[in-house]
């Protein structure tokens, strides 16, 4: 076992371009989360999926940005329409039940210019 | 949502020295976890801590969780300067999602 894998590690987009992230949990979790972390802060939630179902979403998570686990397995991240605001590390995270065993990827980190 | 602050933001010492950072809150925590980020790198999880009052040991890391449950500290014996890096403690807020602090950037000057 990996870990948590996220891919691509680095994007640079232009703004108003769509971009999407991918996320391979370890392969046991049926938890996933998304976080986004700026300059100079701690990582700050996004969404969360147990299974294939997403059952929370931040008020941070605009209606330009949609996530997806289709199997229960790996998760993909999309953002419509990036703004320069956009410009973070995206992290995802997996755990097997509980939050506070939570792993996290190595992050892929995106630059809008 | 549930904060955390963590302190100091940024602390620099020499290598050899002692040094112990904080992470409160206004609130209770089910559970707190001490990660440790590299730049550019996501955190790493170091400890997980659940019973008010708990001490847990790594190396030279000591972890404490306040016994009400709302604060926590880490301690750091000798320090190296392979321990340089951003330091986050986190709470879980229910059962689904962690509140981070703000993070402590420690560099371990050789």
């Known amino acids: 076992d990996t870990g948590v894998s996220q891919n691509p590690r680095h994007k640079i987009t232009k703004r108003g371009q769509n971009v999407t992230f991918r996320c391979d949990p370890i392969s046991e979790h049926n938890r996933l989360y998304w976080y986004r972390q700026t300059l100079g802060q701690g990582p700050e939630f996004l969404t969360y999926?147990?299974?294939?179902?997403?059952?929370?979403k931040s008020r941070l998570l605009s209606d330009r940005f949609s996530a997806e686990r289709p199997k229960g397995s790996f998760s993909t991240l999309e953002i419509q329409r990036t703004e320069q605001g956009d410009s973070a590390m995206y992290l995802c995270?997996?755990?097997?039940?509980?939050?506070?065993?939570?792993?996290f990827g190595q992050g892929t980190r995106l630059t809008v210019v | 949502t549930q904060l955390l602050e963590q302190s100091p933001q940024f602390l620099s010492i020499q290598e050899g020295e002692n040094l112990t950072v904080y992470c409160n809150s206004s609130?209770?925590?089910?559970?707190l976890q001490w990660y440790r980020q590299e730049p550019g790198e996501g955190p790493v999880l170091l400890v997980t801590v659940v019973t008010g009052g708990e001490v847990k040991k790594l190396k030279r890391l000591t972890f404490q969780f306040g016994d009400a449950r709302k604060d926590s500290s880490l301690h750091i014996t000798a320090a190296q300067p392979g321990d340089t890096g951003l330091y986050l403690c986190a709470g879980a807020e229910g059962a689904q999602k962690l509140v981070f602090g703000q993070g402590t950037r420690l560099t371990i000057n050789p």
């Open positions: 999926f147990q299974n294939e179902a997403q059952l929370e």
């Open positions: 609130s209770v925590f089910s559970s």
């Open positions: 995270a997996s755990s097997l039940g509980t939050v506070n065993k939570a792993f």
